[in-house]
C-alpha cells in the first residue's frame, strides 16, 4: 500500500475506533507505522488527512456511480435503481458521516455535498439520456432534473442539516417520485423504487 | 433605538463600509457609542454581533414574506409573485451576504440557509393551498413541494456554494417552472414569472 494511503487508512480506523476527535498526527503517525517526519511530508495537519478521506471515499462513490451508469446490458430504470441503492447505501455506511456532521467539520461537509452534486448530476443525466434514446424517457433537462433531484437528497434530507421524522421523509419522497414521474415522462409506479427502498 | 439594536446597526454600517472583517468590538463600540463594558453585556464577541444580525435580517425576510402570504385580496398566483420578488430582492440586496460566503463563516450561513427553508416553506405552502381553495392549485403535497423548491433556491443556486453562468442558471429556472406547473396543476406560462424576474 502507498504510505500516503496507509496514513488515511489509518485514520479511517482511529474514525470507526471513535478515536477520531482526540487522535493527533503522532497518534496517526504511530498507528501507521511511519515516522512522524515522513507522515509531514504528505500531510501538515489533522484536518489535511481528513479532507484527503473525505475527498477518496466520495470519489469512490462517484467512480462507482460512474462504472454503474455505463455499465453494458441494463435499461434505465434498472440503472437508475441500482445507482440510487448504491449511493444511498455508500453514503450511509460511511464511517466519515458522523464526523463530517459536527460543527467544526461544516465547510468540508458542504464542500463534499457541492462536489456530490456537481459529479453526480452528470453521472445520472447520462442514465436519463440513455432512456431518452430507450423511448422510455422523454426528458427535455436530464442535467437539470438529476441537480434537482440532487439538491434535494443533499441539502433537505441530510441529516447533519435537517431532523425529520421517518413520516416526514417519506412525504418528500413521495413528491419527488411525482416530480420524476412526470419530467421524465414515465407512468405512475415505475421510479416507486426511490421510496421503497429508502433508508 | 434599544441598545442591542444600536449595536447590530453599527455592524451593518461597518459590513456596508467593508469594515466587517477587520473590525474589533473595541471599534463597533466606539462607533455606537457605547462603553465597551456595556457592550460585552450584550454580545461576548464579534461573531455574537454578526450571528445576531444574521438571525434578525433573516426573520425580516421571513416576516415580511408571511404578511404577503396572509395579505387580504391578492389570488394565490400574485402572492407567489409578489413573495417570490420580494425575496429574491432582499437576499441579494444584503450587506451580509459577501460576508456569509467567507470560508470562516460557512457554518453560520448553512444555518441561515436551513432557517430559510423550515421558515419560508410552510409559508409558501400557505399560498398553494389559498390557491387550492381558489381551484386554481391542485396540489397534493403543498410543504413539501415548497420545500423541493426552496432546496433549488437554497442550495444549488446559492452563490456561495456554486458558481454557474446566466444561461445554466436559466435552465434550472426553466425546470422548476416546469416541476411547478405540473405539481400545482396550472397551465403552461402561469408560473413564468420564476424566470422572467430573476436576478
Redesign the interface.
Known amino acids: 500500500m502507498e504510505k500516503k494511503d496507509l496514513i488515511l487508512e489509518t485514520m479511517l480506523e482511529l474514525l470507526s475506533e471513535k478515536k477520531g476527535e482526540s487522535c493527533s498526527v503522532s497518534d496517526i503517525a504511530k498507528k501507521a507505522g511511519i515516522a512522524k517526519g515522513g507522515m509531514y511530508y504528505y500531510f501538515k495537519s489533522k484536518e489535511e488527512v481528513f479532507d484527503a478521506l473525505v475527498e477518496r471515499t466520495y470519489q469512490t462513490i462517484i467512480d462507482d456511480c460512474q462504472k454503474i451508469a455505463s455499465a453494458a446490458g441494463k435499461n434505465a430504470i434498472e440503472k437508475l435503481k441500482h445507482l440510487y441503492i448504491h449511493y444511498r447505501s455508500s453514503i450511509i455506511s460511511s464511517d466519515l458521516d458522523v464526523y463530517l456532521h459536527k460543527?467544526q467539520n461544516?465547510?468540508i461537509h458542504?464542500k463534499s455535498?457541492?462536489k456530490i452534486?456537481?459529479s453526480l448530476s452528470p453521472i445520472v443525466a447520462q442514465i436519463i439520456e440513455q432512456g431518452n434514446e430507450e423511448k422510455v424517457f422523454h426528458c427535455?433537462?436530464p442535467?437539470?432534473?438529476s441537480?434537482?433531484i440532487l439538491?434535494?437528497f443533499?441539502?433537505?434530507l441530510d441529516s447533519g442539516?435537517?431532523t425529520w421524522t421517518p413520516e416526514q421523509i417519506e412525504?418528500?419522497l413521495?413528491?419527488?417520485v411525482?416530480?420524476l414521474e412526470?419530467?421524465l415522462g414515465v407512468p405512475k409506479g415505475c421510479i416507486d423504487f426511490l421510496n421503497n427502498t429508502y433508508r
Do not use: H, M, N
Open positions: 460543527p461544516v465547510g458542504q455535498l457541492a452534486l456537481t427535455t433537462y442535467l437539470e432534473l441537480e434537482t439538491s434535494v443533499c441539502f433537505l442539516i435537517f412525504r418528500k413521495t413528491i419527488l411525482s416530480i412526470s419530467e
